[in-house]
């Protein structure tokens, strides 16, 4: 269990971690299980960075700072994803040519649009749910990453890969109990840290997701690993956005 956290955790972050096995075929697949997890340690991380800013600098600025330790610890991965995506579905061309431009390193006027409005939305929430949870925020910080982590199982279960090669790592290759289990293991630590507001947002964000999976799937004939990339930021924008209106109406 131990490797296999190690594995999953050195693929998903930027954290170091020594790899001194010959990793098997099929082995990080089997990760998915920890990716709850492995968002709950980088909440950790950004909580005990925004509740140190919080001593010295206000509170737009702290959440900032929790905000750019999430994008430091995970390199934009799922940031770069999300932007890839929004380039090519938008992008008014061919099914082949949209998945050629996803595959382009280069950012697009969509992207760069998707990237903006990431943060704004995502800046939006933290603060606005500060009325909330008033000096309990780095719980807020310690919960988002578990949000963004625990829909990839449900994106890539029994899905088909969009490209005729590639990795693909995630996307048809994971087993049903994997997948329950990330999904369980994360809308228990949301529930346990957020109680019936958290439970509340995260079923409707697993409904949305699940609707933008099928959306994909429409457009491209199936998923790739940006689609899982975005699926990341949006779930973890849309259950900042469940999470206050469940607040203002229960």
């Known amino acids: 269990m131990l490797k296999g956290f190690r594995l999953t955790l050195g693929f998903m972050t930027r954290i170091p971690v020594k790899i001194d096995w010959e990793v098997e075929e099929g082995e990080l697949e089997k990760g998915i299980i920890y990716f709850p997890v492995i968002g709950l340690v980088l909440g950790l991380i950004c909580a005990a960075v925004y509740q140190c800013a919080s001593f010295v600098l206000s509170f737009p600025v702290s959440i900032l700072c929790g905000m750019l330790t999430l994008v430091c610890l995970t390199g934009a991965f799922h940031v770069d994803g999300l932007a890839d995506t929004m380039d090519g579905i938008y992008s008014a061309r061919s099914r082949d040519r949209m998945l050629e431009i996803m595959r382009d390193s280069r950012l697009g006027t969509n992207g760069a649009i998707a990237?903006?409005?990431?943060?704004?939305?995502?800046?939006w929430g933290l603060y606005s749910l500060g009325q909330f949870f008033n000096e309990n925020m780095a719980l807020l910080f310690l919960v988002l990453p578990v949000c963004g982590k625990m829909v990839q199982g449900m994106v890539g279960y029994r899905a088909t890969y969009a490209r005729e090669s590639g990795l693909g790592l995630f996307i048809g290759t994971l087993s049903g109990m994997r997948v329950f289990m990330c999904s369980l293991c994360g809308i228990a630590m949301i529930s346990i840290a957020c109680g019936i507001y958290g439970f509340a947002s995260s079923?409707?964000?697993?409904?949305?997701?699940?609707?933008?999976?099928?959306?994909?799937?429409?457009?491209?004939?199936?998923?790739t690993g940006d689609i899982m990339g975005a699926a990341n930021e949006l779930a973890e924008i849309l259950f900042l956005a469940g999470l206050y209106v469940a607040y203002q109406v229960l």
């Not at 990237?115 to 800046?123: A, E, G, S």
């Open 203 to 223: 079923c409707m964000v697993f409904l949305c997701i699940f609707l933008f999976r099928r959306y994909i799937e429409r457009i491209l004939g199936g998923i």
């Open 115 to 123: 990237i903006l409005f990431d943060f704004v939305f995502r800046f």
